[in-house]
């Protein structure tokens, strides 16, 4: 199922399947095929975290609703 | 971007520099570390880890001679999406001999990333696996035969802040070094650079990752686990909110008390009582007397103002701050309270630079290169001006609030948030442009390994003994002179209306206003001479914790963006300051006359 990534469950891995077309993301490592576990959301409008391989980052929410991805069967 | 070149103009005369060996690599790698360890430090521009956008230079050693190694801001890619990757784009395209780069043992993906990009400007590398602790710590084992081969590159294993391998490390950098000179002619121009898309670069990263990565057990130590709980929301932000109360709370107390218990017994029972005897053994006239050592005398006052007030909070605050910069503490505080920033009008990342303003507004200014956009460095360089005290304002103006009461302290610190907010909104509303959402690597959390920490800690306070001291004696001399000569006098009395009039303070307090131009915390130190009641200590705090920056920070406004927003801030602080301080004393005088 093809959901954003702002939606995204914590603990779940999942894979990146289009990102906007926003240099840091790449710089970062977050681009389409990529997989990134989703840590946490953070309330009241707050970014989601996430492992991307063996780092964390953290990624803003007006970005993070525009990436989607689908759940790691 | 046209701009970048205005901007980097200071760096032109590095650029041309010859002999160079650029030192490079990720964020929070301990690029700092290597640096301090390898140079003999000549120039240092600034030097925050994890935050360093500026350049630093020093001189390295390799068989026998001298070379100028260059610390470059560390940054993601080569993109060019912010000033501080265009200065290492910059750098790279500059001809240098060699390049130092760092990787990071614990993300090896990412930083085998960066590096392909560095390779593809054909200049010789030497590479430092650094962090291997950390990695094997975390479970990871590096084919290090293997990676060298992979990325044809000598690579040398470090723990840099341990100083383990850095002796191997200058052998393979003379080495390569001393074959570069050889092939001068051969380094190619960056402009001819091949470039490889993004993608490709981390596939090619990933595929060498999986090749020369094996996982093993590793055990997640306590520290690990701390700064996994720091990240989630509970209970991160209350850890996060106690490490803030924490720091302010050494920073302040401990100021607090150095000054009592060792620095005022020192200076009014020794220093300013040897200068007395001195002077007095003189015939002086009395005016120079009284310029010297009276009541505003310049042997008195630079000893009140710079060693005892001043002094104790700025070095606890370089001694607190390094310590959280080091930990990986600042970037999980972004990430916590990026949603109250994003509804600001910026977001999370902005709050570094922010904190860095809390010591010194000059390099959070700088700190600001780190931006994405023009907008989001305005703003937050707007925020610093405004409503940012440094640390040394912050220390003056404890010092004459919780004289009074540590209520006005909290109503200060409450007008400063409220200034805070205000100028963020309004400039993220009004400013044309875009800020860009929050993208943060979050490091490990660390204990600063304390040589490192020690010689980063000193190397600051050194420089603020160096920067500050100059400004800071003007602005003594000027209060002397003054104070002494009956000038203050006139001075008040054509400043009466404002300073008395509007603002309610005794007409003296127009000395404030004279030296805030020179620096913000001597627009404080005059006022706690003068005998104020509760009102007006909370007005001229609120009115200097506004007003002017200081001339160093003019002299980066107008570097960074040009006179006419350096003119702008000018104006709106001390407008704003001015307006604000008297409708303050006029309207709780008015309410206080109902009590």
Known sequence: ?73 | MGRSCHELQEDREVLELRDKILLMGPPNVGKSVFFSELTSIHVVSSNYAGTTVSYMKGTVSLNGRAYNLLDVPGTYSLAATSLAEEVALQFLASDPLAILFVLNAADLEGSIKLLLEVLEFEIPVVAALNLADVASRKGMEIDLELLQQELGVPIVPTVAVKRQGLRELVDELSRVVASSEAAAASVKRAEEARRGSDLELWQRAQQITAKCLRWTNGKPSRLDRLGDAMLKPWPGIPLAVLVILLSVGVVVGAGKALRAVLLLPLVNGFIVPFFEGLFSRFALPAVVHNVLIGEFGIFRISFEWILALVMPYVLLFQLVFSFLEDSGVLPRIAVLFDNIMRKLGVQGGSLISIMLGYGCAVPAIIGTRTATTRKERLIVTTIICFAVPCISQTGALFSLLSAYSYWLVLAVLAVGLLVFALVSVLTSRFLQGTVDPLVIEIPNLLIPEPRAYFKKFFIRAKHFVVDAEGPMLVAVVIAALLAETGILTGLSTVLRPLVSGWLGLPPEASMSLILGIIRREMSVAPLLALQLDGLQVFVGAVVSLIYLPCMSVFGILAKEFGAKVAVAIGAGTTVTALFLGGVLNHLIRFLLSFA
């Open chain 1, 1 to 73: 199922m093809r959901q954003n990534l702002y939606e995204a469950q914590p603990g779940k891995e999942y894979t990146i399947l289009a990102t906007p077309d926003y240099k840091l993301l790449s710089s970062i490592g977050l681009f389409s095929g990529a997989k990134v576990k989703m840590e946490s959301r953070y309330g009241l409008g707050g970014p989601v975290s996430l492992s991307l391989s063996t780092k964390k980052i953290a990624v803003g929410k007006d970005l993070a609703t525009q990436i989607y991805v689908r759940e790691v069967q």
